[in-house]
């Protein structure tokens, strides 16, 4: 198999693989707070999600409290 079309062939495979494996995903293009639930496609994240921010652009994900924040897994990308 070449290696154009792996290429071409793990990008057609890699989208449907995340999709498999996030529980809530990042939804606000300009940035924002963790803890608002309308930034995720399914709410705030806790420790049994795995998120993922692979929204394209250029944004802060900003959390506004001290304590710290569990998830089963994060994906970053985008």
Known sequence: M???????LAALVAPSALA???TTSWTNAA?????TAAN???GVPD???TVCI???GTYTVATTT???R???GIVLGG
Do not use: F, K, P
């Open 47 to 49: 420790a049994a999600d």
């Open 40 to 42: 995720w496609d399914a």
């Open 54 to 56: 692979t929204l394209a």
């Open 2 to 8: 070449s290696r154009s079309l792996l290429v071409l």
């Open 70 to 72: 569990t998830v089963a």
């Open 31 to 35: 940035g924002g707070s963790w803890e």
């Open 20 to 22: 498999q494996i996030c």
């Open 66 to 68: 001290t304590s710290s």
